[in-house]
């Protein structure tokens, strides 16, 4: 059993950074692809951005050139640097890790850490 530990959210003005960490142990096999969710209120959960174990990212539109996706391997740690927040970035942000387990992949979410953008 995965236990994911996030941490790094907060409220911050327009045009604010902050950088949500998310750690995971306990895995006794791959820790495979890492990503960062969010869902804000009354809207379904999307996804921000993931990062592969070789360093493959992938970004949602709406926040290329802003968040940047990084990882530890060696600490199974995921890191979401948010730059230029805008107030459509306000959700609760969850780390989301897939796990290898032989032929079967293993999904497993953070409790989730909120970010709050005011003007």
């Known amino acids: 059993q995965v236990q994911l530990v996030e941490s790094g959210g907060g409220l911050v003005r327009t045009g604010g950074s902050l950088r949500l960490s998310c750690a995971a142990s306990?895995?006794?096999?791959?820790?495979?692809?890492m990503g960062w969710y969010r869902q804000a209120p009354g809207k379904q959960r999307e996804l921000v951005a993931v990062?592969?174990?070789?360093?493959?990212?992938n970004y949602a539109d709406s926040v290329k050139g802003r968040f940047t996706i990084s990882r530890d391997n060696a600490k199974n740690t995921v890191f979401l640097q948010m730059n230029s927040l805008e107030l459509e970035d306000t959700a609760i942000y969850y780390c989301?890790?897939?796990?290898?387990?032989?032929?079967?992949?293993?999904?497993?979410w953070g409790q989730g850490t909120q970010v709050t953008v005011s003007s």
């Open positions: 989301n890790v897939k796990e290898k387990v032989f032929t079967r992949v293993v999904t497993y």
């Open positions: 306990g895995s006794r096999f791959i820790i495979n692809d």
């Open positions: 990062i592969t174990p070789s360093g493959s990212s």
